[in-house]
């Protein structure tokens, strides 16, 4: 292990075997508090001390086709009370509260279906309620290279996408497709947004490790780690969940092999994970994939006071209130 911790620090490149090695240590290990030293020395020198607040507001709560076996939006097991969409005066509205709340990055997310057409129309509506400073970032299903360049002609300057962790096996969406829509986005020159997720109990360090080497083929500025929330009703509920300290081993190690340009993140929210050089986290409002209520913001969600606070706690800036 010394030496692949000696290699972190010259920041030499790691193999996936030295990477599945780091997803072994033990959480109550010497080793574990090493990695984490690593990961937050890391992010000090990386990030400074700057904190960041993004925020995604779920704009329809209606069943996905594409039924990941983990979400509480699958047609196959929908578990949200209610099905609705978002009015685009009702999205703006809430971007315009973000926006005075000082979030960085504002999120719009639908579920797969969503028309995209629509999708557009909305982002076109928010975009002069959002100062110049603050990026505007889709969350939606798999999309073609025209698609992601009348995106970022309607004003958004990123997309969240990733292949999710078993994607094509506990999801209905094929990688090769989620992987077109990657590069689309990267050719398109929008920002992408990377996470590995959702990570459950079941899943191997192989297969986390193989997540991570994916983001790193891609210029990520902003890199995430997310465990898989259980939600009653869905299929994969009863293989539980992974634990903080786990989940805060596989961001820092994520961080330490991606080395984001911007921020580093864990969702859910805890606060322990800052201990480990994460400096950004998310609010959220409206409809949730990981939540049984469709206003996440009065259940799992977490608003932006919250986040600052948790922020400012643990020594980062945050950008001042308007
Ligand atoms: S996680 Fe997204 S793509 Fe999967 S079923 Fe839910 S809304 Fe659809």
């Keep these: 292990m010394n030496e692949i911790f000696h290699k972190i620090e010259a920041k030499a490149e790691l193999g996936k075997e030295e990477v599945i090695r780091l997803l072994e240590v033990g959480t109550t290990s010497q080793e574990f508090y090493r990695l984490l030293y690593l990961a937050r020395k890391h992010s000090e020198e990386r990030f400074g001390n700057k904190g960041y607040i993004f925020a ?22 929908y578990v949200l009370p209610h099905r609705w969409q978002k009015s685009a005066e009702e999205v703006i509205e809430g971007v315009k509260q973000l926006v005075s709340e000082r979030a960085d990055d504002i ?77 689309a986005i990267r050719d398109a020159g929008l920002e992408l947004y990377y996470c590995v997720e959702p990570i459950g109990p079941e899943h191997s360090y192989e297969e986390i490790a193989t997540e991570i080497f994916r983001a790193k083929e891609y210029r990520i500025e902003a890199m995430a780690a997310m465990r898989r929330t259980p939600v009653e009703g869905t299929p994969l509920y009863g293989y539980g969940a992974i634990s903080t300290p786990e989940l805060c081993k596989i961001a820092a190690v994520a961080l330490l092999v991606i080395r984001p340009s911007r921020s580093m993140n864990i969702h859910e929210v805890t606060e322990m994970s800052l201990l ?20 996440t913001e009065n259940n799992r969600g977490f608003n932006t006071a919250a986040l600052r606070k948790i922020l400012e706690n643990s020594g980062y800036t945050t950008p001042a209130k308007k």
């Design 276 to 295: 480990a050089g994460i400096n950004q986290l998310y609010a959220e409002a409206g409809a949730n994939p990981r939540d049984t209520d469709d206003q």
């Design 56 to 77: 995604q507001i779920g704009i329809n709560a209606e069943p996905c086709s594409v039924n990941c076996r983990f979400c509480s939006m699958a047609a196959g097991h």
């Design 107 to 183: 999120f719009l997310m639908t579920t797969a279906d969503y028309p995209v057409e629509k999708f557009i129309e909305i982002g076109r509506a928010v975009r002069p309620y959002i100062p110049s400073g603050i990026r505007l970032v889709a969350n939606i299903g798999d999309i073609d290279g025209p698609t992601a360049l009348r995106l970022k002609e309607a004003g958004f300057t990123g997309a969240y996408h990733i292949v999710r962790m078993r994607e094509g096996i506990d999801t209905q969406a094929p990688v090769e497709q989620r992987v077109k829509t990657l590069d």
